[in-house]
């Protein structure tokens, strides 16, 4: 935790909030950027845990369409399982936004929590950003934000 905590001091907030909210409406910006940081930076990582819990059921729901159209075909029970293995983890059309969605939820709980100078190691968004992406990669992600060209109109 330290090791991603660490990298995100200087400008890094404040590059970072720059960006995301270019993404959003000014309204909305605002409105996520006020009230009480630790209490924000846990719904929006609760929020993000839902996404990707809803992603997992996406793919387990795929998986059973598969088997079940097999069955409905006469095919044999290893045919059923074997195309619900494949449908269950071939990459859907909409896993790169919800993956990308839960990023950018976690990265503005971790800025606003920057922000507002607490105790990272209480941040719930970065702890779960950590565990499901790995320190070096979150950090690399963290980082990246900051740097990120300017939005596509």
């Not at 630790?38 to 088997?67: E, M, N, P, T």
Request: some cysteine; glycine content about 6%; overall charge positive.
């Amino acid at each position: 935790m330290k090791y991603v905590a660490d990298a995100l001091y200087g400008g890094w907030a404040y590059a970072a909030a720059e960006h995301l909210a270019k993404f959003v409406s000014e309204q909305t910006w605002h409105q996520v950027m006020s009230g009480e940081p630790r209490g924000r930076c846990h719904l929006l990582a609760k929020l993000a845990k839902r996404i990707l819990k809803l992603k997992r059921k996406l793919h387990k729901a795929a998986g059973d369409i598969a088997a079940r159209l097999s069955k409905l075909l006469g095919r044999s029970n290893i045919e059923g399982i074997f195309a619900a293995e494949l449908a269950e983890r071939i990459p859907l059309p909409w896993d790169t936004k919800l993956d990308t969605l839960a990023r950018a939820l976690r990265i503005t709980g971790v800025t606003r929590c920057v922000l507002e100078g607490l105790d990272l190691n209480y941040c719930e968004c970065l702890t779960h950003f950590i565990e499901t992406e790995g320190p070096e990669r979150a950090k690399r992600l963290l980082l990246s934000v900051a740097q990120a060209p300017e939005r596509p109109s």
